[in-house]
């Protein structure tokens, strides 16, 4: 048995492995995920990027048409109406082509184009901006609603458009979210690492501890087992030289001789079988000793064997459940 202070920290370095390769391939599609990018890429509407539905759009032209408004429906009946979305849908032209398109009316994209389109500049110097490609049924049908409402000539309803619902509002919001989740995750990594620091930390401060008890274990740590009166490494519990050590869920070194009252403990919660041991001492404070994972059966049966084992090496001490009114007897007796 080797000293190990990387015990129990390889979870969290594991996971904080995960989360950081995440957060980086989140960060790194909110950062090449600009309308300049796409158009590059040459993902200009109709054409999207199969991933997350994202297109480049180019607006010349531009007519706001109406503000949006969300209903709220409870067994397909109206019970509220929300008008104050911020939304406002509009006809957007790239020169050749219009189509039916959702901004919010407090963004920096919708103040541009209202900017260079009251300077009448926007069709000299379109502006690229990245939309969501909505093709939802509801979707469709304010679509479909944003052209009749434009009052478009019936001859030049065959430039539009239909088929879809470009919101560059989702579009905003859907990068806002990839922002926050990449800085969530990079703060999840960082907090991550701090614990398994401080679990590697806790670990070296154990083992220095252990030796300080038995400095003969710092030259063979395989003694817990060899010349311990109980042993399970599987469980991670060694009685050493009237010392309960436990190299566990909570590590821990116990005078077994100021142990007065203990008793093992299984509990159910949602089919999850745990494990303790609970031992009281002589200033009626009481330790708990959490073994490591392992199968049920050979827990429970090890856990059987360590209390017949204390019964039988410690007479005075009181050993099971069915002493919990002799030890309060003897609590209140030392209280007075």
Not at 11 to 37: E, H, R, T, V
Not at 126 to 132: G, I, T
């Amino acid at each position: 048995m080797k000293r190990n202070n990387l015990r129990n920290v390889w979870p969290y370095l594991i996971f904080a492995m995960i989360c950081a390769a995440l957060g980086g391939f989140l960060f790194y599609k909110s950062q090449n995920s600009s309308a300049d990018q796409f158009v590059e890429q040459g993902l200009v509407y109709p054409k999207t990027e199969a991933l997350t539905g994202h297109t480049a759009v180019t607006i010349k032209e531009i007519i706001p048409v109406s503000n949006v408004s969300i209903t709220h429906k409870k067994n397909g009946v109206v019970v509220s109406e929300d008008n104050n979305t911020g939304l406002v849908a509009c006809l957007a032209s790239d020169g050749e082509r219009a189509f039916p398109v959702l901004l919010n009316v407090d963004s920096n994209i919708a103040k541009i184009i209202k900017e260079r389109a009251e300077a009448g500049k926007l069709e000299s110097n379109p502006l690229n901006v990245l939309a969501f490609a909505s093709k939802g049924s509801d979707d469709l049908r304010i679509a479909e609603k944003v052209i009749e409402r434009g009052k478009v000539d019936s001859n030049e309803k065959s430039r539009f458009d239909d088929s879809a619902l470009l919101d560059v509002a989702e579009a905003e919001n859907r990068l806002k979210i990839m922002h926050f989740a990449s800085y969530a995750l990079g703060a999840a990594v960082l907090l991550l690492l701090l614990t398994a620091l401080w679990k590697y930390w806790q670990n070296t401060k154990f083992y220095n501890t252990l030796y300080d008890h038995f400095p003969e274990l710092a030259q063979d740590l395989d003694k817990l087992v060899t010349d311990s009166d109980f042993h399970s490494p599987e469980l991670g519990l060694y009685v050493y030289k009237n010392h309960l050590v436990v190299i566990g869920a909570n590590d821990r070194i116990i005078d077994l001789t100021q142990i007065i009252y203990t008793y093992a403990v299984r509990q159910t919660n949602n089919s999850v079988v745990t494990f303790q041991v609970h031992l009281h001492n002589n200033q009626f404070r009481r330790l708990v000793v959490k073994p490591r994972r392992y199968q049920r059966d050979f827990t429970q049966s090890m856990l059987d064997r360590l209390m017949v084992y204390l019964q039988e090496a410690y007479p005075s001490m009181l050993v099971g459940v069915q002493h919990a009114t002799d030890y309060k007897e003897l609590k209140r007796q030392a209280r007075g």
